[in-house]
């Protein structure tokens, strides 16, 4: 008998190391980097067309090269719209299933295989792929990409690889998956942050114009004010009448528009004995043409081979580049931050497009800031290293980018999934994400939530931002629906009104997050429902705090069945009621029904639910 088990275990180790040995196989990897052709499609006819079919005449197109945004291509230095990029590769067939990796494509992209739409995404810089399995035929294939670029960089801008899918997932996960993200002060991880942009916020466009309402700010549940840049604006090379604010004459000085450093700091000083904090816009990586430090110290400047100072890129004209290669520099940069800090006493930073700057910079300056005091830096990007050491939160732009396409019925909600997914695969444990259905740029250069996704989609959107795991995001005037684009060069009031429904909704939210930290702190836990293209739902809990939050992204009414997992989200209990949020409605569970919750939703409608006693 011991000798049978003995010849059992023995095969069993067999078995193991042979499958060890066969998972540290190199996968199978097919690159696709190159020589693709290219077009641009000004006039959006690409897909009515066919210019996805196999048999669509590309002659007319230009040889380029992938990977590069398409700004490096002659000619496209300023081009913003839709591309397309074609090549054909030769494979041949086996059992195995297929994907097509791409480390970044910015920003949408549909693809198609040999005229069959493999899938899309939408969003950029981060890792994705999808399967082609069905598409692909042994001998030559045909691989067409439109790539959909918003603002600034375009195009297929890192690796694209066809690999075994089984592969995908480790493809997926970069350097820092498993690592554990700074730690951040509780304040941080349960803070709502209020963007301000100064010149629309108030009738008179100043700190004072801002101070009064602080209390109602409060009021709102928000605990964090954001404000956009406050220092002098460049006036030579200028956009529009006022010029951007992100275009910085003197790092230290206080743009007059908005009145002076006193009036900063009682502004400040409101802000924190309402016992909020408050944080400033830096724009670390560029400064207006005529900034102090352009005439002080030229050398820190990019140029270009001729010699010439350089705009970061050519869209950006009215500000020029900063070369992060000079020790100095970085020196004068971390010692202005330190004195906003220590000096005159605010509570962080928001950092603009923090990714172009370097990241080694980023963490000494974190290093220097927090022996001073606990802050807030914000970045504005997506790397996941910018969570290790330098920054408490970063930007997660694809949550945003999906919204729209979700709500108009284009994409099942289950995308989101997907998100999360190659979130988890990608940043460090604890990393906090940004979450928004506007900020300035959307809403000057897309459209104002309220226009963009209808005041019934800002609001769903609104409670999706507050109850998913991150910190949540208000630019100002989105509390009342305000239609108005807030123009980033002139002055352009916000539609205040009084008493919206939008408006008791944000401090409901603002509530709900003071009052329950399974919303700030709390593990996700999804809830499958019988609507899974548009209906979302899920739980929040930390503890024996617990808030389930259920949302119709359709735009018709559904009595939604949803399969609570009991076992997770309450052990040991048989029987409990739910109280909404909203209406105060309570609702009896009990074990012995399965855990099986039937409700009832209006078109884009949503209900909040904590767990009564």
């Known amino acids: 008998m011991w000798y049978r088990n003995g010849i059992f275990l023995e095969a069993i180790l067999v078995c193991a190391i042979t499958a060890s040995a066969s998972a540290q196989i190199e996968p199978l990897k097919v690159p696709l980097d190159g020589e693709w052709m290219f077009s641009t499609d000004t006039g959006q006819v690409g897909i009515s067309e066919g210019w996805h079919e196999p048999s669509f005449d590309r002659s007319s197109w230009r040889k380029v090269s992938v990977p590069a945004f398409w ?119 349960d803070g709502i942050i209020y963007e301000v942009y100064l010149r629309s916020f108030s009738r008179e466009g100043t700190f004072a114009g801002l101070e009064k309402k602080i209390p109602d700010l409060r009021d709102l549940g928000v605990n964090i004010i954001w404000l956009m840049p406050i220092h002098p604006v460049g006036e030579k090379k200028r956009k529009g009448t006022l010029g951007s604010p992100y275009a910085v004459r003197d790092f230290y000085g206080i743009n007059p528009e908005f009145g002076s450093m006193d009036d900063f700091k009682r502004l400040l000083d409101t802000v924190h004995k309402n016992g909020m904090k408050l944080i400033i816009d830096l ?67 928001r ?23 606990p802050v807030l830096m914000l970045s504005e990007g997506s790397l996941p290293e910018h969570h290790m050491k330098a920054f408490d939160i970063t930007y997660a732009w694809t949550i945003y980018d999906v919204l729209a396409s979700i709500l108009a019925g284009t994409q099942p909600v289950t995308i989101l999934d997907d998100i999360f997914k190659r979130e988890g695969l990608q940043y460090p444990t604890g990393a906090l994400r940004l979450r928004f259905n506007s900020n300035h740029d959307k809403n000057a250069w897309d459209a104002p939530a309220a226009e963009k996704f209808g005041e019934d989609g800002l609001r769903l959107t609104a409670v999706l931002v507050n109850t998913l795991p991150g910190v949540p995001l208000l630019f100002n005037g989105d509390e009342v629906a305000n239609p108005q684009r807030l123009d980033l060069f002139e002055q352009v009031p916000i539609a205040w009104t ?101 409700l009832s939703l209006e078109p884009r409608g949503y209900r909040v639910f904590t767990v009564g006693q």
């Open 71 to 189: 700004e490096k291509y002659p000619g496209l230095g300023r081009y913003d719209g839709i591309g397309w990029f074609a090549r054909t590769f030769f494979f041949e067939k086996t059992a195995e299933s297929f994907s097509i990796w791409f480390a970044g494509i910015d920003d949408d992209a549909i693809v198609w295989v040999n005229g069959v739409q493999v899938g899309a995404h939408t969003g950029y810089s981060e890792a994705f792929a999808l399967d082609v399995t069905a598409a692909l035929q042994s001998g030559e294939n045909l691989i067409v990409i439109q790539v959909r670029d918003h603002s600034a960089g375009g195009g297929i801008y890192k690796a694209i690889t066809l690999v075994e899918t089984r592969h995908v997932e480790d493809m997926l996960k970069s350097p820092y998956y498993g690592k554990q993200a700074r730690r951040s002060a509780d304040w941080v991880k």
């Open 283 to 349: 724009v670390a990586n560029h400064t207006s043409w005529d900034s102090k430090l352009i005439e002080a110290h030229p050398e820190w400047f990019t140029r270009d081979s001729s010699g010439a100072i350089v705009p970061p890129n050519p869209d950006w004209f009215d500000v020029a580049d900063l070369d992060f290669s000079h020790g100095e520099l970085r020196r004068y940069m971390i010692d202005m931050m330190v004195w906003w800090v220590r000096d005159v006493g605010i509570d962080g930073f």
């Open 498 to 598: 009084a008493g919206s429904e939008t408006t008791q909704l944000y401090r409901k939210l603002g509530e709900l997050r003071k009052q329950h930290k399974a919303l700030s702190r709390g593990v996700f836990i999804r809830v499958a429902s019988d609507d899974p293209d548009r209906v979302y739902a899920f739980f929040r809990i930390a503890g024996n705090d617990r808030v389930i939050a259920v949302m119709n992204f359709g735009i018709v009414p559904r009595t939604v069945t949803l399969e609570v997992p009991w076992t997770i989200v309450f052990p040991g209990q048989r029987a409990l009621r739910l109280v909404d949020a909203f209406s105060g409605e309570s609702i009896p569970l009990e074990a012995n029904e399965g855990g099986t919750m039937i």
């Open 351 to 373: 950092c603009d497009i923090a990714e172009l700057v370097p990241t080694a910079f980023w963490e000494e300056v974190r290093d220097r800031l927090d022996r001073i005091k």
